[in-house]
């Protein structure tokens, strides 16, 4: 059941949030110290990543309706049994930057609004108050987090490793140890369970 829009989807670089939006009003700025010039400068709301909670102005538990009717239609996705994954692409090209939004409804109870539960992206253009972002090495990262590595999977010759926290956020990183997706998920989910929507042959390391 493509593109059911129990779902939502993610800003991405070429698709800005509306500026009267309500998180657009209240979501604080942060800082970030660039190495390069050790200066401190502040990330904009739409770019901020914040491990176990969002990505830019996308919150977890947000209601998934409220976001599609902010950001409009993903490009792609699927949806089966309260459950879906849809996947927006930068300038609608699914061979650029893509952002994909798990979201999920508790059916039969009395509140089965569906709700962002994870949030994946691979653009750079979203980043931690540290300076994390897709496209830092592995080791920089490990300057930040203390990683565990808890899964693999292929993509046609190539493999990437995941690697995640107790923080709600996972790296993905690929055969020459660069960051190449961020995924943000609720600190109390299990491993395994924080990405296993976005993959389709992913190999969990016991």
């Known amino acids: 059941m493509r593109y059911l829009l129990y779902t939502s989807a993610l800003l991405m670089m070429a698709c800005k949030p509306s500026s009267n939006s ?17 200066s401190v400068k502040p990330v904009p709301a739409d770019r901020l990543i914040v ?5 830019g102005r996308t919150v977890l538990n947000d209601n ?16 089966a049994m309260g459950k879906a994954v849809s ?3 930068a300038n609608h090209d699914s061979t650029a930057h893509q952002t994909m ?7 039969g109870t009395s509140d089965e609004t ?12 979203f980043t931690t108050a540290d300076s994390v ?11 930040h ?22 923080r709600g956020i996972t790296f993905e990183i690929d055969s020459n140890s660069n960051c190449t997706a961020i995924i943000i998920g609720e600190p109390k989910e299990k491993t395994g369970s924080l990405y296993l929507p976005f993959y389709e042959n992913l190999q969990i390391i016991k």
Not at 101 to 107: C, L, S, V
Not at 133 to 143: E, R, S
Request: charged share 20%; net charge positive; proline share 5%.
């Open 145 to 166: 987090y203390e990683l565990t590595k808890a899964a693999y999977y292929t993509k046609g010759n190539e493999r990437y490793a995941l690697y995640t926290t107790t």
């Open 114 to 125: 569906a709700r962002v539960k994870q949030i994946r992206i691979t653009s750079p253009w």
């Open 51 to 55: 491990p176990g909670k969002s990505v």
């Open 133 to 143: 972002h897709t496209g830092v090495p592995l080791q920089q990262i490990k300057q």
């Open 101 to 107: 939004i798990y979201t999920a409804r508790q059916m």
């Open 87 to 89: 996947i927006w692409y």
């Open 22 to 38: 309500s998180q657009a009003q209240n979501q604080p700025f942060d800082s970030v110290k660039h190495a390069d010039t050790g």
């Open 64 to 79: 998934g309706a409220e976001v599609v009717k902010r950001l409009g239609r993903p490009d792609a996705g699927d949806a």
